[in-house]
């Protein structure tokens, strides 16, 4: 089993003073932490864009659901701290609410503002080598209709990118019926499995070429998230046992042909 995951560079994330600002979600107790697995989220993204870069050459970029910049402050934040830099052409945002100050400082560069359950939306005709949904689909009751929207604006050989907080497949029915029960305004209303992940890939004509979870065990300030071989250790645990209860990464390549 491929597990290139184990040998993607982590160090970028030890003493990196701009993943401690606090719209990155870290909690106070992981302020001090050298690998916080909360960040694995962004981690997984990042490499994924390097990797295609590195083949392809600059990406055009589409992410979903954006918030305050996070993911391309990550990356940035990755270069100055001895990560690669990833090359990109553009990369464009799109959300419910749009704070494009703070975006266009980041380096946003097209915004859409929309509603992304709203029978109306639609991206214009440009085309992306990627584009990401990290920690969006969890938000949306129809999830599989956003996707089928939005693949036609990925490039032949593109792909789509993104994860999730996920269970095994004979759980997501009774917790996805309890959250929409008890829905609270922002929260996760669907869950997901592997097995979904698949299936939306193959309803939308896409391959899953990679497909993984993140971690054994996420708590707040712990210990051994100032260990190296312990953030390892549970991309190697999420690699073996992608049904774990915890979060899946993925990408989802569109056929050149």
Not at 6 to 11: A, F, I, K, M, R
Not at 204 to 231: C, P, T
Request: aromatic letters at 14%; charged letters at 25%; glycine letters at 8%.
């Amino acid at each position: 089993m491929a597990m290139p995951q184990l040998d993607w560079d982590v160090e970028f994330l030890k003493n990196n003073p701009v993943l401690q600002d606090e719209n990155y979600g870290i909690p106070p107790e992981s302020k001090h932490i050298a690998y916080p697995i909360r960040l694995v989220r962004y981690w997984f993204i990042y490499h994924f864009l390097r990797e295609d870069a590195a083949r392809k050459g600059p990406l055009d970029v589409c992410e979903i659901g954006v918030d305050v910049g996070q993911m391309l402050g990550f990356m940035d934040a990755a270069a100055k701290n001895g990560g690669d830099k990833v090359s990109l052409s553009s990369w464009d945002a799109v959300d419910a609410f749009i704070r494009e100050d703070i975006l266009r400082r980041a380096g946003y560069g097209k915004f859409y503002e929309v509603d992304l359950e709203s029978p109306e939306f639609t991206l214009d005709e440009k085309k992306y080598d990627a584009m990401i949904l990290l920690h969006v689909l969890e938000h949306l009751y129809e999830p599989e209709v956003l996707m089928s929207k939005i693949v036609g604006n990925l490039k032949p050989g593109g792909m789509m990118i993104g994860g999730f907080p996920s269970l095994p497949n004979s759980m997501v029915a009774s917790r996805e019926a309890t959250l929409r029960a008890t829905r609270r305004k922002f929260a996760h209303v669907s869950v997901f499995s592997p097995k979904r992940v698949r299936a939306m890939a193959e309803a939308n004509g896409l391959e899953v070429e990679f497909l993984s979870g993140a971690f054994f065990m996420r708590k707040k300030g712990f210990f051994l998230e100032n260990s190296k071989l312990w953030y390892r250790f549970n991309l190697w645990f999420g690699a073996l046992f992608p049904s774990w209860p915890g979060e899946t990464y993925w990408i989802l390549r569109k056929p050149v042909k």
